[in-house]
């Protein structure tokens, strides 16, 4: 029965070890923020961090995770600079449209801020590239990349 | 160790409808298309029984809501308490276009409250908009929840003015407060709320003076931002209700294909499967286990075996054939103004050596998939005395009828409860999933929650059609229209999704946007349509529906005649469109603010476009650079919209930059191809949708002050996307693109497409 660190508390979990980290969060532990968009990695709407790392958690075996400190969403430390930096950008800059992907964004966000204070646009595109948003919110993530950057100064 | 506990509670457990009567609106489509339907959908409801009960905490902004409670209901939308608490009952669902901030600020500004002290609920079937789709929300909306708002407001007031023993003229309402003017009293609403609910409805209540307005026309934050930033937005992925069990669905792979075999011991071997179920129709089959994986597993253990039925020999091929063969043959006419026909041929009769006063063109589009963010989904609890259905859709009323013909139960046993969500894009107008969920669940006592995966999302969508489109014109000896002639081929989607909207004549009027309704006039005119319906697929409405589809050919061919004239695209369409000022108006404020006619840097080129849909006004302009004629980058786009009354510039803009990317996603890449009547792309590795690394650098979006009645605007941007794109394409290339997606090889660089 494979045991998972998440958000901070150890959960034994009991599925197979072949089921994707995704269905353990949304399905068994009821943490719906992180959501299900493709399957195979290919959208980045169920990213999460892994040792503060943005990693998608569609693919990902709940058996491979070993001692891996996986955060979501709702795991975020509401004190935390970076998050908080990002989601008032969000917010600021009304990006959100359908908001699906927007948990995705987020966590590719402030893996990117964390690893990269002040990026580049090239930069973020080359981050958040794999994050994708049907309704074309792309033009205002870029800029509140920024946003949050600059407030963080 | 901890035990997993679910860190939000339970989805509350199902609920019935509060006793309204269905309203009976037939809201036609030709006023969803725009035509108007002023108070059609806002008739006054009586004040619904049950409800929240007092003393439950107050949803965080933006969170639906259960029933609203209020013992002052003086219409569909507004409850208010007497704690003061007030709730707005939104007609139209919220998929990301940004309707329930404006809906609330059209009530607001009337009522006289702040949008923060507002709880939502979204609309129950019956007493919503029947439909939301065709960008019409804040068209129909407009008049009738500014007079729900001012009718409340005029209600309190009153009821003011008796408790103050003062005029009414003498009070006015701020923040949900009222307010004596000449003493500075104040009230709280909720103070006389039990007194205002005892006056008749005014039925025709004073509006406001736009010039007043605090909230209309100034920049107001979205409702739903931080639920959503925050994970906490309950899309109907994310519902979950007590002793609910997760399916997933493999309907056959060829429409109209039926099940011959599977192993269903096997998928039953796997962990935490619980059923194998199998549609009515033996055309769909759902595992249901205990969560999706486990679902997902037993599908795969199932090894299904399909009858592909009648539909096994269709490929992308034929299909396109038989577009093409309509060229030739009868037609409807839908419209004929002067005798197109016959001044095209005795133009094309008259042609000298050096001049041939008639250009044609063929132009090709493919079918298209959806692919909202959020794949389908739905959950339903049937018993033998109600049913629950929770899902996001853009027709809440035919999801309840159907689910009540489904289990014999009254509509008022048949409960929709309306999430966010995570895309419509015009895939959720349908509502086949919810009939499939409810075909499940009434084979099991627990509440089965059904989601596609992306294969099933992408391979068994009901597709944009397919359509192939002729022009011809006759030209002037300066290479303006003198006659124009234009035949549409393609399936009349309406014919299928709201029937008695064709025409008698066979007609889909929705194919004359952007075509018939332009903003340039034509000396003479005749627009024919030749019915094509597509074999062995399922057509729907698509974002944009005809504008999307029409404008990219008229545009593309007014583009056309522009090159062949040696005319200037813009100086051209400014000839076109002396007697529209709102159209002339955005194209010049487009071209000045595009820098339209200065130098660019070597290999980037700029196309124009200009549209009238959806009662909105826009032209643009696009700047992009091809290093290899199958490579584009779109470095900037310059937008000018006149969308009548601006009513939330900023969400305006989103909708605008949005509708731009969501278009130019399809219009380089997407084409939904057959095989053997199988959907051949899966996933997004084979439907590819536009990334952050390839949207344009910039998009500036502008907005025309205006004080017409508002247009729509969730569309707008994405019917520009294929004709701005393919117009500066075929400016940087030197030929015209002419058949989508504008990087298939069908657009070859050899322009084997040149006409």
């Known amino acids: 029965m494979p045991s998972l660190n998440i958000n901070g508390q150890d959960h034994l979990v009991d599925v197979d070890p072949d089921t994707p980290l995704l269905w353990v969060l949304?399905?068994?532990?009821?943490?719906?923020?992180?959501?299900?968009?493709?399957?195979?990695?290919?959208?980045?709407?169920?990213?999460?961090?892994?040792?503060?790392?943005?990693?998608?958690?569609?693919?990902?075996?709940?058996?491979?995770?070993?001692?891996?400190?996986?955060?979501t969403l709702e795991g975020l430390d509401p004190a935390d600079p970076v998050a908080k930096a990002v989601q008032a950008a969000w917010v600021a800059l009304d990006v959100v449209q359908c908001g699906y992907c927007q948990p995705g964004q987020v966590m590719a966000a402030i893996a990117l801020l964390r690893a990269v204070p002040h990026p580049t646009d090239e930069q973020i595109d080359s981050a958040m590239s794999a994050n994708l948003c049907r309704c074309g919110t792309y033009m205002r993530i870029r800029a509140a990349i920024h946003h949050a950057a600059g407030a963080l100064a | 160790m901890t035990t997993p506990t679910p860190r939000q509670p339970l989805h509350q457990s199902p609920r019935q409808l509060p006793g309204r009567t269905p309203l009976q609106s037939p809201a036609s489509r030709r006023q969803l298309m725009g035509a108007g339907g002023g108070l059609l959908l806002a008739t006054f409801w009586p004040a619904p029984r049950g409800g929240r009960?007092?003393?439950?905490?107050?949803?965080?902004?933006?969170?639906?809501?259960g029933p609203a409670r209020g013992v002052f209901a003086p219409n569909a939308y507004i409850r208010i308490a007497t704690d003061n608490r007030i709730t707005?009952?939104?007609?139209?669902?919220?998929?990301?276009?940004?309707?329930?901030?404006a809906s609330v600020m059209l009530i607001a500004e009337e009522l006289g409250i702040d949008m923060a002290q507002v709880d939502i609920e979204a609309a129950p079937p019956g007493a919503g908009a029947e439909i939301t789709g065709g960008s019409t929300s804040v068209m129909t909306e407009w008049l009738p929840l500014r007079q729900a708002g001012a009718a409340a407001r005029s209600m309190l007031v009153q009821a003011a003015a008796t408790r103050w023993r003062t005029r009414a003229e003498d009070c006015t309402t701020r923040s949900a407060m009222l307010i004596h003017v000449p003493t500075g009293r104040t009230l709280p609403f909720g103070a006389v709320a039990a007194q205002a609910a005892t006056l008749p409805v005014p039925q025709k209540p004073a509006l406001k003076d736009p010039a007043t307005y605090t909230l209309l026309g100034h920049s107001q934050h979205r409702m739903d931002s931080a639920l959503k930033v925050e994970g906490r937005a309950v899309f109907g992925m994310d519902i979950q209700v007590e002793g609910q069990?997760?399916?997933?669905?493999?309907?056959?792979?060829?429409?109209?294909?039926?099940?011959?075999?599977?192993?269903?011991?096997?998928?039953?071997?796997?962990?935490?499967?619980?059923?194998?179920?199998?549609?009515?129709?033996?055309?769909?089959?759902?595992?249901?286990?205990?969560?999706?994986?486990?679902?997902?597993?037993?599908?795969?253990?199932?090894?299904?075996?399909?009858?592909p039925g009648p539909n096994a020999h269709v490929n992308t091929q034929t299909l396109y054939e038989q577009l093409h063969e309509g060229l030739h043959g009868p037609a409807i006419v839908a419209s004929a103004k002067g005798d197109a026909s016959a001044i095209i041929a005795h133009a094309s009769a008259t042609h000298t050596a050096t001049h041939t006063a008639t250009h044609t063109a063929t132009y090709q589009q493919p079918l298209l998939?959806?692919?909202?963010?959020?794949?389908?989904?739905?959950?339903?609890?049937?018993?033998?005395?109600?049913?629950?259905?929770?899902?996001g859709t853009q027709v809440a009323d035919r999801a309840q009828a159907t689910a009540a013909e489904l289990t014999g139960l009254p509509k008022d046993r048949v409960a929709v409860h309306c999430q966010y969500i995570g895309g419509g894009f015009g895939r959720r107008l349908e509502h086949e999933y919810v009939t499939q969920c409810v075909e499940f669940a009434r084979q099991v006592p627990y509440p089965l929650k059904i989601i596609w995966s992306r294969e099933e999302d992408l391979t068994r969508d009901r597709y944009r059609p397919a359509y192939v489109d002729q022009m011809t014109a006759a030209l002037d000896d300066r290479g303006f229209i003198t006659a124009l002639t234009h035949r549409i081929v393609g399936p009349a989607v309406v014919a299928?999704?709201?029937?008695?909207?064709?025409?008698?004549?066979?007609?889909?009027?929705?194919?004359?946007?952007?075509?018939?309704?332009?903003?340039?006039t034509y000396p003479a005119y005749r627009l024919e349509f030749a019915r094509r319906e597509a074999p062995g697929i399922v057509t729907a409405w698509w974002r944009g529906v005809g504008g999307t589809r029409g404008l990219f050919v008229v545009e593309g061919f007014i583009d056309e005649l522009a090159h062949r004239a040696g005319a200037d695209p813009v100086a051209y369409r400014r000839a076109m469109l002396a007697q529209n000022p709102r159209a002339l108006a955005v194209l010049d404020k487009a071209a000045q603010?595009?820098?339209?006619?200065?130098?660019?840097?070597?290999?980037?080129?700029?196309?124009?476009?200009?549209?009238?849909?959806?009662?909105?006004?826009?032209?643009?302009?696009?700047?992009?650079?091809?290093?290899?004629?199958?490579?584009?980058?779109?470095?900037?786009?310059?937008?000018?919209?006149?969308?009548?009354?601006?009513?939330?510039p900023d969400q305006v803009v989103s909708q605008i930059e949005g509708g731009l990317i969501f278009g130019f996603s399809a219009a380089l890449y997407n084409e939904i191809t057959l095989e053997g009547g199988r959907v051949q792309q899966n996933n997004f590795n084979t439907w590819r949708v536009m990334r952050m690394n390839e949207t344009p650098r910039k998009i500036d979006v502008l907005l025309m002050p205006s004080t017409e009645d508002p247009g729509g605007i969730g569309e707008v941007g994405t019917a520009a996307a294929a004709p701005v794109l393919a117009n500066a394409m075929a400016a940087a290339q030197g030929r015209r693109y002419r058949t989508l997606p504008l990087l298939s090889a069908r657009n070859g660089a050899n322009g084997t497409e040149q006409g």
């Open chain 2, 369 to 391: 998939a959806h692919a909202p963010m959020e794949p389908i989904n739905c959950t339903a609890h049937v018993r033998p005395d109600g049913c629950d259905v929770w899902t």
């Open chain 2, 496 to 520: 299928r999704w709201d029937p008695p909207e064709l025409t008698k004549d066979g007609y889909d009027e929705d194919l004359s946007v952007a075509t018939l309704v332009t903003p340039y």
């Open chain 2, 245 to 307: 069990k997760t399916g997933t669905v493999a309907a056959c792979p060829v429409e109209g294909g039926t099940l011959a075999d599977m192993n269903r011991a096997a998928a039953l071997a796997v962990r935490g499967v619980r059923a194998v179920l199998v549609n009515p129709s033996n055309t769909a089959v759902c595992v249901v286990a205990d969560h999706y994986w486990a679902a997902h597993k037993g599908l795969r253990a199932l090894r299904l075996q399909w009858h």
């Open chain 2, 88 to 101: 707005l009952i939104l007609p139209n669902v919220e998929m990301g276009q940004g309707i329930y901030t």
């Open chain 2, 593 to 648: 603010a595009a820098g339209w006619g200065t130098p660019l840097p070597p290999g980037r080129a700029r196309g124009v476009a200009v549209q009238f849909a959806f009662g909105s006004y826009m032209a643009s302009i696009a700047e992009v650079e091809m290093p290899e004629p199958d490579a584009v980058m779109i470095h900037r786009v310059t937008a000018v919209v006149d969308c009548g009354r601006v009513l939330n």
């Open chain 1, 26 to 71: 949304r399905d068994v532990l009821g943490l719906n923020a992180t959501k299900f968009g493709c399957g195979i990695a290919q959208c980045g709407a169920c990213t999460v961090h892994m040792d503060g790392r943005a990693v998608r958690a569609c693919n990902l075996p709940v058996g491979l995770i070993g001692a891996g400190r996986i955060s």
């Open chain 2, 53 to 65: 009960a007092q003393g439950e905490p107050r949803p965080e902004p933006g969170m639906l809501a």
